[in-house]
């Protein structure tokens, strides 16, 4: 039945044509290949945050004066509603986590060199999009935690110089973190991101369609030294089926997660009240907070956190076209990007942990 | 001519001018700041009072002219000099502005000018008059050249300091002799629930001494009219316990209302067990075991005792609830409700009605019962997600079996 759907299909879409090349697709098999997964992975968890966001946004009112209640509604009142809310946060942090490990891998499997500059470059945006996502998300239940999380970041947004009072306002629909701040992340929360990215997705699933995968410098030297040693699997069924797999234990992470430690609720925001003693931003944005908190108020004759808001921008303008600093073939230069790397990778997650302990 | 009148009068308005906003000479200081006691009053000490920051200065009371260096200008009695003030001169020299009303109103004009009237109806005037010159004047209470609005935290009849300045007086038992009162009414207060309030909380709307006993006017309230004090705060105890038989029966019997179980000085939160026959109990000090009054206490305690215990056992397990992660935040918020039935009970227990007593703890039973069922019932869906989670996990485990032996056998 399924075969006579396909020629169904096929006789009016001309899908031969169109699935001609996955057919043929191959992924190269090597002892860096599980990484891999994660592009898959990180896809199989933004496709899991559309459809429990679709499902949330059935019951969620985007007011000040609804907007909490709504959340509770749905986690106490919505059959099974507690569990499309939970998995909905959980599957925003380990899709921010997945995309940092892709990036990461591709990062120091050095996939990013010519011919795949552009895919880096789609997916670096891809990352900051995301990160877009969690911020946005992040004040939609409305509690006390995520009211104050978005005021002490959109300030920090207010320190980039010149732009930086316009965006501030523009992000927050006026001078102070209000109603209306919350109805414009809503906005971009479920509209403008989400457009934005799915067009990316298409645009950087095309380029690594097109390119095929990319095999690490080192196993591209042995296999054109051996072509013996080459060895490859098809995309389809057999890369397929392994991704499927990593998808289910996505599923039965997020199934868990969900189950045994579902997503807190808070408290109703009271914009009158001080910030809680504390506060800080989720782990995804700590790194940065922890590191603009030990620069001095003052270096030299600038400002402390303006020139830590700068120097940010230039380290995520330098991450984007990391591609066209660095050499096609292993080189000194490649070396030091490496080494720099490292550094980045040992520098966030110790900046993390420090963020934790210190608050 | 009209040139030299205009250059005066511009030199006197000149003049005028810049003295204006000065404070008016006060030669009395020059002297007596470096003078010791009892002449002694130091700048810095007579800055703080009131009297000063007003305009006034030492002349004001004691007479003389503030303006002259020369002593004996200053303190010459032509210039009405007075000197000391005697203690039985002090009401009547307070008096002689602050029974004014036409001239405090230049100063303020919603400061009551009936102290002096007052005082005369109080137990320290009327023996004042009698010509006791121990018992407090205004200097006593008010202090003397570092005087304070009674707003200021320093003062000595700042609510906070009201009780420690009565007990200069009447904590000392050896001052206290000739009048044959306790003297432990200070130390009893500072025990109290009362005493608590207003220093450990900061309520200054707390009962201090002059709040029950007035202040310019002291009196202990007549035993007749103890709840009567009391009801200007506890409106709702009063108004039941006046309905109440007790109401009735106390006042036959010349005993002082609420004192009888709650004391007055030393008065503690009260407690469930003021309703026990244990050493807090107090019903047992008039009635006897097994009367009508005793059963009726018997049960009141038990419905409180239950309601209590049921409270706590749904605050447990709605505490249990969200530690495992479960939304119960709705049943949280209403235990308000069963607290404050709890609360309103132990209210009507100044009726002395059971029945009545027990219609607020039933509406308390029923609230906490609800929010005890909703603890529990988080607790059974906690149980049937963990075994949703275990069903649905089986079947990926099972699904992630049968791809990895497909998968074998397609490359095989």
């Known amino acids: 039945m399924i075969a006579a759907l396909i020629h169904w299909l096929d006789e009016r879409l001309h899908l031969e044509g169109l699935l001609a090349p996955f057919k043929h697709k191959t992924v190269p098999q090597h002892k860096m290949s599980y990484w891999y997964f994660f592009g898959g992975i990180t896809l199989f968890l933004f496709m899991v945050q559309v459809l429990t966001g679709i499902l949330l946004l059935l019951y969620y009112h985007p007011g000040a004066n609804e907007a909490f209640e709504s959340v509770q509604y749905i986690v106490t009142q919505v059959q099974f509603g507690w569990l499309i809310r939970s998995i909905h946060s959980w599957s925003a942090n380990l899709m921010i986590f997945t995309a940092f490990a892709h990036m990461f891998s591709v990062l120091f499997l050095k996939a990013y060199r010519k011919p795949r500059e552009l895919t880096w470059v789609t997916g670096v945006l891809l990352l900051f999009l995301v990160m877009g996502f969690g911020f946005s998300g992040y004040l939609l239940p409305w509690n006390t935690l995520a009211f104050f999380a978005t005021t002490v970041g959109t300030q920090m947004a207010g320190q980039v110089p010149f732009i930086g009072h316009a965006m501030m306002i523009f992000l927050r629909g006026g001078p102070e973190v209000t109603g209306a701040t919350l109805t414009r992340f809503f906005g971009f929360h479920v509209a403008v991101l989400p457009g934005i990215v799915t067009v990316l997705i298409g645009v950087h699933l095309f380029f690594v369609q097109r390119q095929g995968m990319s095999v690490p410098p080192k196993v591209e030297a042995e296999w054109k030294k051996d072509p013996s040693l080459v060895k490859e699997m098809k995309f389809f069924p057999n890369f397929a089926l392994r991704e499927l797999m990593a998808w289910y234990v996505g599923m039965g992470m997020l199934g868990g997660l969900a189950a045994m430690f579902p997503w807190n609720l808070g408290v109703k925001v009271d914009p009158f009240a001080s910030a809680p003693a504390g506060i800080k931003p989720e782990w995804y944005f700590l790194f940065m907070y922890q590191a603009l908190k030990l620069i001095p108020s003052k270096v030299l004759i600038f400002d402390g956190e303006v020139l830590g808001i700068v120097g940010c921008g230039i380290a995520a303008t330098v991450w984007l076209l990391l591609p066209f600093f660095d050499t096609e073939k292993p080189s000194r230069r490649s070396h030091v990007i490496t080494g720099l790397s490292v550094f980045a990778l040992v520098f966030m997650i110790g900046m993390t942990i420090y963020g934790y302990l210190a608050n | ?412």
């Open chain 2, 1 to 412: 001519m009209t040139a030299c009148f205009a250059g005066l009068a511009g030199t006197i308005l000149l003049g005028a001018s810049l003295s204006y906003g000065q404070a008016p000479m006060n030669t009395c200081l020059d002297c007596h700041s470096v003078l010791p006691e009892p002449f002694g009053v130091t700048s810095d000490k007579f800055s703080h009072d009131i009297h000063e920051q007003k305009g006034l200065t030492c002349a004001s009371c004691h007479g003389g002219d503030p303006t002259s260096s020369d002593p004996t200008v200053a303190m010459s009695p032509k210039k009405g000099w007075k000197g000391h003030i005697d203690h039985k001169q002090v009401p009547a020299l307070c008096a002689s502005c602050h029974a004014n009303p036409v001239y405090m109103k230049t100063f303020n004009p919603s400061l009551r000018t009936d102290q002096f009237s007052e005082y005369h109806t109080s137990v320290h005037g009327q023996k004042f008059a009698t010509g006791d010159t121990k018992v407090a004047v205004c200097t006593d209470c008010h202090s003397v050249h570092d005087l304070r609005a009674p707003s200021d935290p320093l003062s000595t009849v700042n609510p906070v300091n009201v009780a420690k300045t009565c007990s200069k007086c009447h904590a000392d038992p050896d001052y206290m002799k000739p009048y044959g009162i306790p003297t432990d009414q200070y130390a009893k207060y500072n025990t109290s629930v009362h005493h608590d309030a207003m220093v450990k909380r900061g309520d200054l709307s707390a009962p201090t001494c002059t709040t029950c006993h007035g202040n310019h006017g002291a009196v202990p309230p007549g035993v007749d009219k103890v709840q009567n004090v009391c009801a200007n705060c506890h409106v709702f105890q009063a108004q039941m316990y006046q309905k109440s038989t007790h109401s009735k029966v106390f006042a036959e019997k010349g005993l002082p209302g609420c004192v009888v179980c709650h004391t007055n000085h030393g008065i503690q939160m009260p407690s469930d067990a003021m309703l026990s026959t244990g050493p807090a109990g107090v019903c047992m000090r008039c009635h006897t075991r097994g009367d009508v009054c005793d059963r009726a206490r018997e049960n009141i305690l038990n419905n409180l005792t239950t309601l209590d215990h049921n409270i706590k056992e749904a605050d447990e397990a709605l505490k249990l609830a969200e530690a495992s992660g479960m939304e119960v935040s709705a049943a949280t918020l209403n235990q308000a409700a069963a607290t404050d039935a709890i609360t309103k009970a132990r209210v009507t227990i100044h009726t002395y009605d059971p029945a009545l007593v027990n219609a607020d703890i039933q509406v308390g039973m029923k609230i906490a019962a609800a929010n005890l069922k909703a603890g529990q019932d988080a607790m059974v869906e906690r149980e049937h997600r963990r075994i949703g989670l275990g069903v649905c996990l089986i079947a990926i485990c099972f699904m992630l079996v049968g791809l990895w032996l497909y998968i074998k056998q397609i490359e095989r």
